[in-house]
């Protein structure tokens, strides 16, 4: 009998904890598979060898599984480590070497498109050097943009999130009788996924926000200041939702007009700051109260604002993923079918992790309005029912949510 | 029969529409009370003749008046506006002219330490022209930094959104195994009030955030780098929170080190942006990850954590006020009283507004713990009780909360 390894990889989202819990239940409860382990910190902890048995760990360590379920970010820790596309590297050997030190006979691994190029070049090598391990891929990420699948969870909880806290901050905006522009910034470098949702914010037709712009249309800062004017005819405050990512015709991001581009530690380029330009840009030309808002890491990381289909939809993913495994289909990613329209249904499915691995679904371009400064109803047709759900969190002694940590 | 009039003012925060539901309830079971009213936008409005008759528009207009409670920012819009010291202001007489149209018997105002300003100024004017309307304070603020009082409604709310948010930003910051720092700007010009809430979010003895600093100390960077340096010794992430407000010992704001002063259009110092420049500090002597996060205007208008305690002692002091206002107190606004410790029980008391308006309370001294990062055991124990309970609210069919609005 062999045992089953899990990870979590990339970046956090609220939900992928949830796939953890489903992917480790329906484990625990399956006679085919012996041990649960967890990788730390993904593949890169994976080749330190730092491995956590889940099953002594929290069933008989005294921990709740159930809170996996209410505690945001990743359990288990994740990482950003990219295999060599040489498999001559010394990591293959090491890894595979572990695996059967472990005695794992199946690899579950939770995250979006890059870490699935993990999933398959894992599955590759072992496929080529005849090696008996079951690879599979759980979808993960609030962006959104993994191609042969409806959507991805993490995605529902964190436009609920969007929706939410934006229409707090409009209510915010709105308290003074003054004229006042708010630029709220959120995530998305390629894509519009998440600045999208913010249209869920509205109460009624022709609410703020009035103006929300995706890094799938140009956007020109001299047309942006005459959306804003034409938005001062009938309001008193304007609220605006940018992507981080918007940029001009010729592919420069707005947030490097304000200066040079920065770069992290790790030499990736920062692209946070569209709206503290664009903020400059309005106080100068309106001379009305202006506010630029970044949203900021709350919107991958809050539970407040889960959403329970997103929740549900993360478990089931991950539950499926380890019936996969046991009925050994390799090479497989989890994926979401959208089943029925009204009442919502949606149901697993699966592909192959090649054909899914480092690609990236754009939003569709025909969801963007005309006038390149709002959404459709498609889109708000598509999104309503992976925000619906409430959770009740438990609660700690000191009045916030409980989590399960390592 | 005379009537009554209700307004709010200052800054919004998550329970001031409480505040509003307590004092309309109460005033509409009241037989000595005739018709309800609101001023738009506070006294600005009021002055402008703007005036909404609530029983019409929330009662028999098809409102719910039970949304207020769920409901964040101020239902009736508020300002900013200050009264003149000079009686001769042609203010007074046009304010005493609309209330006597109005035949307004009672004058309820929710607001801060200089919104007590304008009812104590009303309070002394009908006085001195032997006015016979009632003047009340309902107490406001998520600074908490309103003197003779235990404490202010909208701050348990602030304090459970910053508890649960720095909390959740812990879990982001440590989902990598990389070291980093994460610098979060918490609201506060001249107090620590919210930025002490931060320690609640740990869950065990030594967890993040690490560093805690107030206004209310002295902040050097150079300490700070030390004190940063520390906590690396037994931590690969930490987290650290300020006051937007923390400055050197000569007074200068660690928000100017980075350049000049910045203005808004109305004249006011920004503050915000020390978290900005304390990340460039840390960046340039550790070479590590760094991010800055300013949370931003949901601490104060967001509803997803608000504390049902917080909830109910600003339905509370609503209620309150009108009891009093019947009882023809007047120049008079609402405080609480903590009246036993465990289990917690606070009550109303009423103090005279001309003590309160314009005064400020500052978080003290001796709560913030030697080193000066940190708060005490004594503050957690005072904070506590405020942030207990939880609000399950009404969702649309969006799956977002309903608002009220006008």
Chains 1, 2 share one sequence.
Not at 18 to 33: K, P, R
Not at 96 to 108: D, S
Not at 379 to 404: C, D, R
């Amino acid at each position: 009998m062999k045992n089953l390894i899990i990870g979590q990889s990339g970046g956090p989202t609220s939900v992928m904890n949830s796939s953890l819990y489903g992917a480790v239940m329906e484990a625990f409860n399956q006679d085919e598979i012996g041990n649960i382990y967890g990788m730390e910190n993904g593949i890169q902890g994976l080749l330190k060898g730092k491995i956590i048995d889940i099953v002594d760990k929290i069933f008989f360590g005294g921990g709740n599984l159930e809170l996996l379920m209410t505690t945001p970010g990743a359990y288990l820790g994740t990482s950003k480590y990219k295999l060599s596309d040489d498999f001559n590297h010394p990591d293959y050997e090491k890894i595979f070497k572990i695996l059967e030190e472990y005695e794992i006979g199946y690899f579950l691994y939770i995250g979006g498109n890059h870490s699935m190029d993990t999933v398959e070049k894992l599955n590759r090598y072992a496929k080529m050097h005849d090696i008996d391990v079951i690879f599979v891929g759980i979808p993960k990420t609030i962006d959104n943009n993994m191609i042969e699948t409806d959507h991805v969870p993490g995605y529902g909880s964190a436009a609920k999130y969007i929706a939410n806290t934006v229409r707090e901050i409009v209510t915010d905006a709105c308290v003074y009788d003054v004229s006042s522009v708010t630029i709220v910034e959120l995530m998305g470098r390629m894509s519009g996924w998440l600045t999208a949702t913010s249209a869920l914010a509205r109460k009624f037709k022709g609410d703020n926000p009035a103006l929300i712009y995706l890094p799938e249309a140009v956007f020109d800062p001299e047309e942006f200041l005459k959306d804003v004017e034409r938005c001062f005819e009938d309001k008193t405050q304007v609220v605006v939702c940018v992507s981080e990512g918007i940029h001009d015709k010729d592919g420069k991001l707005i947030s490097e007009y304000g200066g040079e581009a920065e770069y992290d530690i790790l030499g990736q380029r920062l692209i946070s700051g569209c709206a503290k330009y664009l903020e400059k840009l309005v106080k100068e030309r309106f001379h009305v109260k202006t506010r630029a808002i970044e949203m900021n890491v709350p919107q991958r990381c809050s539970v407040s604002m889960m959403s329970k289909t997103d929740q549900q939809e993360a478990v089931m993913c991950g539950t499926y993923a380890t019936k996969l495994a046991i009925r050994r289909m390799t090479g497989k990613v989890v994926s979401l079918v959208r089943v029925m329209e009204d009442p919502y249904l949606a149901s697993c499915g699966m592909e192959n992790v090649e054909d899914v691995a480092n690609q990236s679904k754009r939003f569709p371009v025909e969801w963007i309005s005309e006038n390149g400064c709002d959404v459709t109803e498609d889109f708000l047709k598509y999104i309503t029912p992976l925000i619906q759900g409430y959770i009740v969190f438990p609660m700690s002694n000191e009045g916030i949510p409980t989590f399960l940590y390592r």
